[in-house]
Structures are given as structure tokens and as C-alpha cells.
């Protein structure tokens, strides 16, 4: 029996076999080769490190500590757990949105990760935030979407809606969701919905509203009927999807969804005017309650929209469609009618049944990141672009609008800037039974005729008729009947 060190006591040493070379006197610290072709280091009774071919191992509870580690395998660097440690860089593993590969020891699912080549990707609380590379994630005004929150509504909170089969009573509700009906014998109520902490689950996201569909007429769609909640995109605020080019990028869509009817949905994304379209599907597992989903649109390589402020593409979600468009499968962009919303369920077959989503975001990237949060204000000025409710108070009496000129003894004019330069030149609608009055600094008049005279897309200018007899030249003030309201409408 080999040892090193005192001679190891007669009990100490009546267990060993003769393959161990003893260190200490009382036997526990020995190097012992068993096993063919391995080495077993025990130190102070425990096994602690071991040899094989090329490969050093500490044992549970063992560390290999060093000053120094130094490379002798001719520039292959050194390998820790999967960190490649070499000259003057470290090569971490890929890792994983809920794994980052360069994260802290208390928080494992924050860090960066590395999703694909030449890309970076930046995780929180095991969601993609950002990404770096060939397949961007934009941060600042990612969504494409405007009011995708559902906080705006200048029309008001409530829309009855009664279409038919010209679509002739499609409209829009909150501001830039317009509701596209194409079908008879059903009708619909479309609110603005105030959600409840505690009860639904999009108010721990940040989310306060959303937009529902009520049926309160049920009917089955025919063959080319279609009900769906939809928002039109210019053409300025899509270049960022590359299309038409070998580098057409991918997009996401992620929402929440509440609707009474489960089973298939669809999200489509069509050309405007209905060219081509392409539909991604999503699934409404339990009635009346809040799920999330996620869809991600292919590129379109073919076609490029145009730069320009006309209407490029809709988002629309299915809500209750025709069997000529149901009958298909997800596909890439293309014309197959069955494709349009393919297996989506009738969610208005029931006057019990709702359609409710919120939190709405169209981002570029494979990845759905937290839905870009943004003032009350900000969203107001980006609705503005495309519609402007010009309104009296709702105090008693009449109200002062503007100032302007008489431009003769039946007429005056005034000069009324938006509030940011539109999209188009606006048309204007009053309110059903508005009365307004001129006052020349004598009289008031009561008025005949408010119309848009001519405008840009910066400010319009306006006449009031009236009857009665005002001075040319005079300064009149235009007043309004309380809660009168003057639309300007540049939408698209």
C-alpha cells in the first residue's frame, strides 16, 4: 500500500484495496484509479475531483479556483459552461427570450440574448423589448397603429349601426376604427368600453379602454357578407415594412381579446381597396374572457405601396363573414377568396354575443414587445390628422365660435386653423339642428347656412348665411347653440 506523508493507522488503513495512493495518515485523502482510464481525488473523506481523457471535473460541491487560466491549445480559446473565452473576447450562447444568454443572478429573464445572425435582441421580465440587426424591433413609435389603446373618442362613445349589403352604413367610431359592414338583416351597437381593475385582465397591462361589438340583431352572413373592425394606413406610415422588395420585412400583431364566441378568429391585412390580402388566425379558448394573441404577417416582396397620404392597407379583425370567405386556409399574400378570413366563426349569430379587443399593436419584427404606451395627448394630435370635432361647450346658452367679416349684408367669414395640418383638405358636417347666430357689434341674426368655403389641409376658411340685414365690412363674432358640434373630417 502505497502512501505519502505518516504511516495511516491500522484501522484507518484496513479498508483500502491497494489502488490508492494515501496522502494522510488517517486514510481520507487519497488518489485512487478504480475505474480504468480515471482518476478520483478525495480529500478529507469526499470525493472531490476527477480525471478522465482530456477533461478535468469538480465534483458536486468542489471548485476549481485560479489566478490564471491560460490558453496551450493553439488559439482554440477556453471554454466555461458554454462561455468561449478567447484572447480578448467572451462568445456567449444564444440564449432565449426568457433565458437571455447575459442576464444577473437575481433576475434571469433580463438581459440580451441573440435570436438569429448579425442580430440582438434586449429582454424584461421575459419579453423582447428591442432588437439590433437584420430584423429590427423600433423602439419610440414602433406601433403603426394610431389609437390602438381605444382612448380617443371624439364621435362620441356609443354607435348604432344598421348596414346593409352596399356597406353604405360602414363608419368609423373611435377615432380611426372604422366599422366595415357589408350585410343585411343584423344590427350592431359599437361602444367605447371602460375597463375595471381586478376584472379585466388588459388593466394590469396599462390598458383603461377598450372597443366592443354588441349584436343586437342576429343574423347568418351570406356567402360575401363581411363585419369587421378595421383601421386604413397612408401610405407615409407603412414604408417601414420594406414591401415590394426581396427584403420585405415581417410584422406582428398583438392584442388582447374577449369575445363570447369561441374558436377561430382572423386577422387580415389587405391592400386598400381589397387588391391582395393575406389572414393569420387566432383562437378565442374560453367565452368572456380576456386572452392574448399574437399573429405575425409575412412580407409582401411583390407589391410596394405608394409614399404618399392615401390609403395603402387595412387591418381588419373578423368579426362575422360570409362563407365565400371563410372556406380557406392561411396562406401568403395572394386573391383566394376563401383565404380572406379563413375559419372564421360568426361572433354575431347571437344577440347574447359581444366582440371586444384592446391594446392593439402592428409593429415590425417577428416578436410581439410590450405595446407602446403613450400620452393622451400624443394620440389626440395623431387622431387630428385624420378627424377634428370643433365643439361649444356644453354650458347653457350660445357660445363664441370665431371672428371674422361680414362679406356682405347676408354673409360673413371666418378663418378657422386646424389643429395640425390634415391629411387631406377636410370636408365639414355640423350637427343635426345646429342654430347659430352673427353678431355685428348691433345685432344677432340668426343663421341659415354654415358650408366650407375653401381650405388646406392647415385651415379652411368658412361662411355663414344668414337672413336679415348685416353691414358689409362690419367684425362679427359667430355664436353657436350649446353643444353644437363641427366636424372635419380627412379620413381616409
Known amino acids: 500500500m502505497p502512501y505519502l506523508g505518516v504511516t495511516p493507522s491500522t484501522a484507518a488503513s484496513a479498508d483500502l484495496d491497494g489502488k490508492e495512493l494515501i496522502l494522510d495518515a488517517d486514510a481520507d485523502t487519497t488518489i485512487t484509479a478504480d475505474t480504468d482510464d480515471q482518476i478520483d481525488i478525495r480529500i478529507a473523506g469526499a470525493d472531490d475531483f476527477q480525471f478522465t481523457a482530456n477533461t478535468l471535473t469538480a465534483l458536486s460541491g468542489s471548485t476549481i479556483a485560479t489566478?490564471?487560466?491560460?490558453?496551450?491549445?493553439?488559439?482554440?480559446?477556453?471554454?466555461?459552461?458554454?462561455?468561449?473565452?478567447?484572447?480578448?473576447?467572451?462568445?456567449f450562447a444564444d440564449g432565449a427570450v426568457t433565458t437571455p444568454s447575459i442576464t444577473n443572478t437575481g433576475d434571469l429573464n433580463t438581459g440580451v440574448y441573440f435570436p438569429a445572425a448579425d442580430t440582438v435582441g434586449i429582454t424584461a421580465g421575459g419579453t423582447e423589448q428591442f432588437r439590433f440587426g437584420s430584423n429590427p424591433i423600433p423602439g419610440g413609435q414602433k406601433n403603426m397603429l394610431i389609437n390602438g389603446a381605444f382612448t380617443i373618442s371624439q364621435r362620441g362613445a356609443s354607435f348604432a349601426i344598421s348596414p346593409n349589403a352596399s356597406g353604405s352604413d360602414s363608419d368609423y367610431t373611435l377615432d380611426r376604427w372604422f366599422l366595415?359592414?357589408?350585410?343585411?338583416?343584423?344590427?350592431?351597437?359599437?361602444?367605447?368600453?371602460?375597463?375595471?381593475?381586478?376584472?379585466?385582465?388588459?388593466?394590469?397591462?396599462?390598458?383603461?379602454?377598450?372597443?366592443?361589438?354588441d349584436c343586437t340583431t342576429s343574423a347568418t352572413p351570406a356567402g360575401s357578407d363581411t363585419l369587421a373592425l378595421s383601421q386604413k394606413l397612408?401610405?407615409?406610415?407603412?414604408?417601414?415594412?420594406?414591401?415590394?422588395?426581396?427584403?420585405?420585412?415581417?410584422?406582428?400583431?398583438?392584442?388582447?381579446?374577449?369575445?363570447?364566441?369561441?374558436?377561430?378568429?382572423?386577422?387580415?391585412?389587405?391592400?386598400?381597396?381589397?387588391?391582395?390580402?393575406t389572414s393569420k388566425q387566432y383562437t378565442?379558448?374560453?367565452?368572456?374572457?380576456?386572452?392574448?394573441?399574437?399573429?405575425?404577417?409575412?412580407?409582401?416582396?411583390?407589391?410596394?405601396?405608394?409614399?404618399?397620404?392615401?390609403?395603402?392597407l387595412d387591418i381588419m379583425f373578423g368579426v362575422s363573414v360570409g362563407s365565400t370567405y371563410t372556406s380557406g386556409s392561411e396562406a401568403a399574400w395572394g386573391t383566394t377568396n376563401g383565404d380572406y378570413f379563413p375559419g372564421q366563426v360568426n361572433n354575431m349569430d347571437s344577440?347574447?354575443?359581444?366582440?371586444?379587443?384592446?391594446g392593439v399593436q402592428w409593429e415590425v419584427g417577428s416578436v410581439a414587445t410590450d405595446f407602446a404606451h403613450e400620452d393622451y395627448g400624443t394620440t389626440l394630435w395623431k387622431c387630428y390628422r385624420y378627424f377634428w370635432r370643433f365643439q361649444?361647450?356644453?354650458?347653457?346658452?350660445?357660445?363664441?365660435?370665431?371672428?371674422?367679416?361680414?362679406?356682405?349684408?347676408t354673409s360673413s367669414r371666418y378663418a378657422c386653423p386646424m389643429q395640425t395640418e390634415?391629411?387631406?383638405?377636410?370636408?365639414?358636417?355640423?350637427?343635426?339642428?345646429?342654430?347659430?347666430?352673427?353678431?355685428?357689434?348691433?345685432?344677432?341674426?340668426?343663421?341659415?347656412?354654415?358650408?366650407?368655403?375653401?381650405?388646406?389641409?392647415?385651415?379652411?376658411?368658412?361662411?355663414?348665411?344668414?337672413?336679415?340685414?348685416?353691414?358689409?365690412?362690419?367684425?362679427?363674432?359667430?355664436?353657436?347653440?350649446?353643444?353644437?358640434?363641427?366636424?372635419?373630417?380627412?379620413?381616409?
Not at 200 to 211: K, L
Not at 351 to 358: L, M, Q, R, W
Not at 392 to 409: E, F
Request: net charge negative.
Open 234 to 277: 397612408e401610405g407615409f406610415n407603412v414604408q417601414r415594412l420594406a414591401y415590394g422588395d426581396a427584403q420585405a420585412k415581417e410584422s406582428t400583431v398583438s392584442f388582447w381579446h374577449k369575445h363570447t364566441k369561441t374558436g377561430t378568429q382572423c386577422v387580415t391585412i389587405q391592400t386598400s381597396g381589397g387588391g391582395k390580402w
Open 180 to 213: 366595415f359592414a357589408y350585410l343585411t338583416d343584423s344590427d350592431y351597437t359599437v361602444t367605447q368600453e371602460t375597463l375595471t381593475p381586478g376584472t379585466d385582465e388588459p388593466y394590469d397591462h396599462g390598458f383603461r379602454n377598450s372597443i366592443k361589438v
Open 67 to 91: 489566478n490564471t487560466i491560460a490558453e496551450t491549445t493553439g488559439g482554440s480559446g477556453v471554454t466555461i459552461d458554454g462561455l468561449l473565452i478567447k484572447d480578448t473576447t467572451a462568445a
Open 422 to 492: 390634415m391629411r387631406a383638405t377636410p370636408t365639414l358636417t355640423s350637427s343635426s339642428g345646429t342654430t347659430s347666430d352673427i353678431y355685428d357689434g348691433v345685432v344677432q341674426i340668426a343663421t341659415d347656412a354654415i358650408a366650407l368655403q375653401a381650405g388646406t389641409p392647415g385651415g379652411v376658411q368658412i361662411q355663414v348665411d344668414f337672413g336679415g340685414s348685416g353691414t358689409a365690412g362690419n367684425a362679427t363674432g359667430w355664436l353657436a347653440d350649446n353643444g353644437a358640434t363641427f366636424d372635419f373630417s380627412a379620413e381616409l
Open 392 to 409: 361649444a361647450n356644453t354650458a347653457s346658452g350660445q357660445k363664441w365660435m370665431l371672428t371674422g367679416l361680414t362679406r356682405s349684408t
Open 284 to 312: 378565442q379558448s374560453v367565452s368572456n374572457t380576456w386572452e392574448y394573441a399574437t399573429v405575425t404577417i409575412p412580407g409582401d416582396t411583390a407589391t410596394a405601396p405608394a409614399n404618399d397620404s392615401a390609403a395603402r
Open 351 to 358: 344577440t347574447s354575443n359581444n366582440f371586444e379587443i384592446a
